[in-house]
């Protein structure tokens, strides 16, 4: 059997971790040929592919982004596009099964070519951590442990001129990078998309932590609403699916904080650096289990499903299961972290 695998939507820390794995135990231990589909779902209309093997592998676990290029392509628009479209490529290229790794948009292609008779299984992908179907992708540990190292050096120049620091994290619709970052450095607010606040209630903890002569470290994620705002902050246009590129909050929080306590405040965008680079160790392993398991439910012929991360277990899961509602920061994670707010 030959399987194609792509990579498709945001990179994540991890994806070359899951392609080495699937490549090495499909060749070796099932005796499965494989080709990378190159830029997700374009290469695949486009019948635009390269043969994997072992040397195409060899030490990518510890590399960031992918191998194979991503895009934000429909899969079912332009010429070429569509289920009929696509199995005739897929045939033309002796291909009989896709490995689509990706997030939320990704799957959601995924199962509608599932659901229009391909043979395709599913792999989870989010910095962001919010898939439902799976207790955690890889790359949202990479993420935290960036943003954390990247918050731990703010407050140190924070503390040393006394500033109001105030740090931007992503986090399109969730604030799991947010609200974990925050723990991490002790931040003394973490701001969340799922929990939106006034400038008044904000400025209320930064006064409190400079009245006891420390320098505030504010963590907010870029989907973060004011209250009263009915849109997250975004000034950077649309991406390739037509959904507003987010980013700035942190940059409008600032100033808004300065007029108000008359703290000096500095805003810092972390923004692509937490989705580059090598994967953080965890990521790596839940990355290659991924991979592993991704190529059992190949040989299963388990199509339509994907792989997720149960407790500790790797289990197999309906792509669909994924495809409902986000994975967002339940209530009482914030309020746990709210504790030590101030
Ligand atoms: N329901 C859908 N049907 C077909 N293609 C889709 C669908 N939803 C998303 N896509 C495609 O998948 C691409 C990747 O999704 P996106 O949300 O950008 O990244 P991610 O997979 O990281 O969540 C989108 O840009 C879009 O072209
Ligand atoms: O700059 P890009 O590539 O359009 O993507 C930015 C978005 O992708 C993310 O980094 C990750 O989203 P995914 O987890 O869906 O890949 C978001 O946090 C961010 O809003
Ligand atoms: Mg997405």
Redesign the pocket.
């Known amino acids: 059997m030959r399987v194609g695998i792509l990579t498709?939507?945001?990179?994540?820390p991890g994806l070359n971790a899951v392609i080495r794995a699937a490549v090495l135990t499909g060749m070796v231990h099932h005796g499965l040929e494989f080709v990378g589909i190159r830029d997700?779902?374009r290469g695949l209309v486009d019948g635009d592919v390269r043969v994997l093997n072992r040397s195409s592998v060899r030490g990518i676990s510890r590399i960031g982004g992918t191998i194979l290029g991503?895009?934000?392509?429909?899969?079912?628009?332009g010429p070429n596009g569509g289920p009929d479209k696509i199995r005739e490529t897929l045939d033309r290229l002796g291909i009989d099964a896709v490995m689509a790794l990706?997030?939320?948009?990704?799957?959601?292609?995924a199962?509608?070519l599932a659901n229009d008779g391909l043979q395709v299984i599913g792999v989870p992908?989010?910095i962001d951590n919010d898939l439902d179907a799976t207790d955690y992708t890889f790359g949202f540990d990479t993420a935290v442990q960036i943003a954390t190292d990247a918050g731990d050096r703010l407050r140190t120049t924070g503390d040393s001129h006394m500033r109001c620091m105030v740090l931007e994290v992503m986090g399109r619709h969730v604030g799991w990078i947010a609200l974990h970052t925050g723990i991490a450095t002790g931040a003394h607010v973490t701001l969340i998309p799922e929990q939106p606040r006034s400038i008044e209630w904000i400025c209320d903890y930064v006064q409190s932590v400079y009245d006891r002569r420390r320098a505030p470290l504010v963590v907010v994620s870029e989907g973060f609403k004011l209250e009263g705002m009915d849109e997250a902050h975004s000034h950077k246009g649309l991406?390739?699916?037509n959904?507003p590129r987010l980013g700035g909050i942190g940059e409008l929080l600032a100033p808004m904080i300065e007029e108000r306590t008359g703290i000096e405040s500095r805003s810092t965008v972390l923004g692509h650096i937490q989705r580059g680079g090598a994967p953080s160790g965890a990521d790596r392993v839940l990355a290659t289990r991924f991979g592993l398991a991704a190529v059992d439910a190949i040989i299963d012929e388990a199509w339509g499903s994907m792989v997720a991360l149960r407790g500790t277990d790797i289990v197999r899961v309906p792509m669909a299961d994924a495809?409902g509602d986000l994975k967002r920061v339940p209530e009482h994670r914030y309020r746990e972290a709210e504790i030590l707010f101030g």
């Open positions: 498709s939507g945001g990179d994540g997700g779902y991503t895009s934000r392509t429909n899969p079912y628009e990706g997030g939320e948009g990704t799957l959601a292609a199962n509608r992908k989010t991406d390739a699916f959904r495809l």
